[in-house]
């Protein structure tokens, strides 16, 4: 069974940094790709940033580029999401997924809220 579990989000001011976890389970981490994604209250869901399984190309949206970092450990079967330069409207609940052949699963997110 494939789980995703996020943590590390929290309460920051504008320019501060946080770092997202999510602990993956159920595939082996490294061949599928993996996201983070994010949805703001009253919005719908924003595509962030995209690690490629087996590659490891890295993509991101042009509104955190240069701000955020994704990365795999496969030791540790955990993804991470480094945030900098935080702005208000980073704040919103982020979601880790992994597309596994076609099926796409999510965790129950990890909420952040910039604000000063």
């Known amino acids: 069974e494939v789980q995703l579990v996020e943590s590390g989000g929290g309460l920051v001011q504008p320019g501060d940094s946080l770092r997202l976890s999510c602990a993956a389970s159920?595939?082996?981490?490294?061949?599928?790709?993996m996201y983070w994604v994010r949805q703001a209250p009253g919005k719908g869901p924003e595509w962030v940033s995209r690690?490629?399984?087996?590659?490891?190309?890295?993509h991101y949206a042009d509104s955190v580029k240069g701000r955020f970092t994704i990365s795999g450990d496969n030791a540790k079967n955990t993804l991470y999401l480094q945030m900098d330069s935080l702005r208000p409207e980073d704040t919103a609940l982020y979601y880790c997924?992994?597309?596994?052949?076609?099926?796409?699963?999510r965790g129950q997110g990890t909420q952040v809220t910039v604000s000063s």
């Open positions: 159920g595939f082996t981490f490294g061949s599928f790709d």
């Open positions: 997924g992994v597309d596994v052949r076609g099926r796409y699963y």
């Open positions: 690690l490629t399984g087996g590659t490891g190309t890295i």
